[in-house]
């Protein structure tokens, strides 16, 4: 079945340390990507995207993201993680590429301890 | 405004109540989506708007849960008869084309008694 997984439900980080979230995804064609942030009581605010060309994307607050193709994988990135990255992360996809119809994956949890 | 709005931002509802929940886009976007998130779990598609047209509602977990957008720009979810398994957070996006990036709003928190 079609699917967007994401493997840790919780991470824990110290802050100051890497980060990197997993993301995979099971469709066929190469779909839109992309990472969205949830804090607490909050809608969905988006971290980057990817529709195509170079498989490395930066987005805001200092995250990154590396698309492979061969591992259906967009896992998201940090080199140093702060305090106020705590929250919920969201990998989703656009399979379809023209509808606009995202699918989400069940999110990670990110605790950072100080 | 600025960002995509969402009323009531919270709404208790008695099981059997029929809701309301309004979403204010953003102005001018042309593509409005309607997603469901129960607890603990990523969004799930319910519904997609471009201007008025309702293009796909494929997400729709039952025909009692209905959503309009007559003059292409506010939209409303209806829900009939609430559940309680119909408890969730109701999270709207809109966009200014698809495919493109989806803006959300804050979100309204079902809690059905």
């Known amino acids: 079945a079609q699917s967007v997984t994401q493997p840790d439900i919780h991470i824990t980080v110290s802050e100051g340390a890497s980060l990197e979230l997993r993301c995979n995804y099971s469709y066929g064609a190469t779909p839109y990507l992309f990472w969205y942030v949830q804090s607490p009581g909050q809608g969905l605010q988006l971290l980057l995207k990817y529709f195509s060309g170079d498989t490395l994307v930066q987005g805001i607050k200092g995250f990154e993201a590396e698309f492979k193709r061969s591992q259906s994988s967009f896992n998201l990135r940090k080199p140093s993680v702060h305090w106020s990255d705590a929250a919920e992360y969201f990998c989703a996809v656009d399979p379809s590429s023209n509808t606009g119809k995202l699918i989400f994956g069940q999110g990670t949890t990110l605790q950072v301890k100080p | 405004g600025a960002g995509v709005s969402q009323s009531p931002r919270y709404k208790v509802a008695k099981r059997g109540q029929d809701v309301a929940l309004r979403c204010d886009p953003i102005?001018?976007?042309?593509?409005l989506f309607w997603y469901q998130q129960a607890l603990g779990q990523g969004p799930e598609f319910l519904t997609y708007?471009?201007?008025?047209?309702?293009?796909?509602k494929s997400g729709l977990p039952s025909d009692r849960f209905f959503a309009e957008r007559p003059e292409g720009s506010v939209s409303t979810l209806k829900i009939q008869r609430t559940q309680q398994e119909d408890s969730a957070v109701y999270l709207c996006a809109s966009s200014l084309r698809t495919p493109n990036i989806q803006y959300f709003g804050a979100g309204t928190r079902l809690s059905v008694l």
């Open positions: 708007f471009q201007n008025e047209a309702q293009l796909d």
């Open positions: 102005s001018g976007h042309v593509s």
